[in-house]
C-alpha cells in the first residue's frame, strides 16, 4: 500500500455508528441495561488511557461512576460488538478513576494506541466538546436538550424548537515543495526548532483548492501551483477535519505577512533525516504529508532514520 493510502490515526470504520438506534427507546433501555454496554469517559477533554506496558484505552462499566441521567450520555455506537457510550465529567478534579487509568491529552497518547482504539476516543471527546458548546440556543437563546441518543441538542422552547447537529470545521494542510526542499511554518508558541506544514480553515464561500492558495500565500507569500489532494483525517482538537493537500511552488521567495507564523523556511530531504527541523507527532497528517514526500525521494522511511526528531509522549 503506497504510504498516502495508508490509514491515519483516528480515521477508520472502527465503530459501527448505529445511527438507526439512535431513536429506538426500546434498544436504548435495552443497552442501558446490559452490564456488557462500556462507557467512554471524558473529563475536561482528556480521555482514560493505560499508558504502562501496552498502551490502551481504557473503557468502564456502569458500577465504575456515580449516577448519570441517561440524557447526559451519547450513544457512539457498537464498538467490538458492544453498545458504547461516550460520557462527560467535567468537576474540577477528575473523577476516582485512577486504579485503572489516567486522564490524558489524546494528542500526545493517540499515536500509541490500537488504532481502532485511538479512533473511538477521538469520537467521544468531539461529540462532548460539541455538546458542551450547544446547550443554549444559537437563535433564541433558551436552554436546548438532547435528542437522538444525544446526536441532537434540541431548543426547549416551543415556538421554536431549532434543532442543532454535530458539526465539524474543515481545514486545509498542505505540503508545499519546490522539486529539491519542502516548505514548513512555525509557530511563536510551539517547542524549539519545532516546525509543521501551512494549514488554515476553509472561508465560506471557498473551495478547498482555493483555500489551499489562499493559506499559503497569506503565510509564507508563496505562490502555488498544481494543488493535489493527497487524504484527510479527523482531528478532534477541537473539531476539525484536516483536508491533506500536496502543492508545487510557482515561486520560492519567503515572508510571513500576516504574523500567523513566526518563521517559514525550506527544508531538504537530508536536513530532515538529519534533525532540522523537529518534526510533527507521527500520529498527525502534517507528518504523513512530510514523510511520504520525503520517503518518495529517497526510498526510506523518515520515522526510522536515527538523526530524525518527532514530536512524541514525554513522560
Not at 34 to 59: C, G
Not at 97 to 108: I, K, N, P, S, T
Not at 153 to 179: H, K, N, Q, S, Y
Amino acid at each position: 500500500m503506497p504510504p498516502h493510502r495508508a490509514r491515519h490515526v483516528y480515521a477508520g470504520p472502527y465503530v459501527d455508528r448505529a445511527s438507526g438506534l439512535r431513536k429506538d427507546p426500546a434498544w436504548l433501555e435495552s443497552a442501558l441495561a446490559d452490564p456488557a454496554t462500556r462507557y467512554v469517559p471524558v473529563w475536561r477533554s482528556r480521555s482514560l488511557v493505560r499508558l504502562e506496558l501496552a498502551p490502551a484505552a481504557v473503557l468502564i462499566g456502569r458500577d465504575a461512576f456515580a449516577a448519570v441521567a441517561d440524557d447526559d450520555l451519547i450513544l457512539l455506537g457498537q464498538f467490538r460488538g458492544t453498545a458504547c457510550f461516550a460520557i462527560e465529567f467535567s468537576a474540577e478534579a477528575p473523577p476516582a478513576l485512577a486504579a485503572v487509568g489516567e486522564f490524558a491529552d489524546l494528542r500526545l497518547t493517540g499515536g500509541l494506541l490500537p488504532p481502532d482504539e485511538a479512533g473511538l476516543l477521538a469520537y467521544a471527546r468531539a461529540m462532548v466538546y460539541w455538546r458542551e458548546r450547544h446547550r443554549f440556543c444559537g437563535a433564541c437563546g433558551a436552554p436546548t436538550r438532547p435528542t437522538s441518543a444525544g446526536h441532537v441538542m434540541a431548543c426547549t422552547r416551543a415556538d421554536c424548537g431549532t434543532e442543532f447537529f454535530p458539526r465539524i470545521d474543515p481545514a486545509i494542510i498542505v505540503l508545499v515543495t519546490d522539486g529539491e526542499r519542502a516548505l514548513l511554518g512555525r509557530q511563536a508558541s510551539w517547542p524549539p526548532g519545532r516546525y509543521s506544514t501551512i494549514a488554515g480553515f476553509v472561508e465560506p464561500g471557498e473551495s478547498l483548492e482555493d483555500a489551499v492558495v489562499r493559506e499559503v500565500r497569506e503565510e509564507t507569500s508563496v505562490e502555488v501551483v498544481d494543488v493535489e489532494y493527497h487524504s484527510s483525517q479527523p482531528w478532534p482538537f477541537p473539531s476539525s477535519l484536516m483536508v491533506g493537500f500536496r502543492a508545487i511552488a510557482g515561486a520560492t521567495a519567503l515572508a510571513c505577512p500576516d504574523g500567523e507564523l513566526e518563521d517559514a523556511r525550506w527544508f531538504t530531504a537530508a536536513e530532515l533525516a538529519a534533525g532540522t527541523p523537529a518534526l510533527p507527532p507521527p500520529q498527525s497528517i502534517s507528518f504523513r504529508l512530510i514523510a511520504d514526500w520525503y520517503e518518495r525521494r529517497t526510498a526510506r522511511v523518515l520515522a526510522d532514520e536515527p538523526g530524525a526528531r518527532l514530536w512524541t509522549l514525554q513522560r
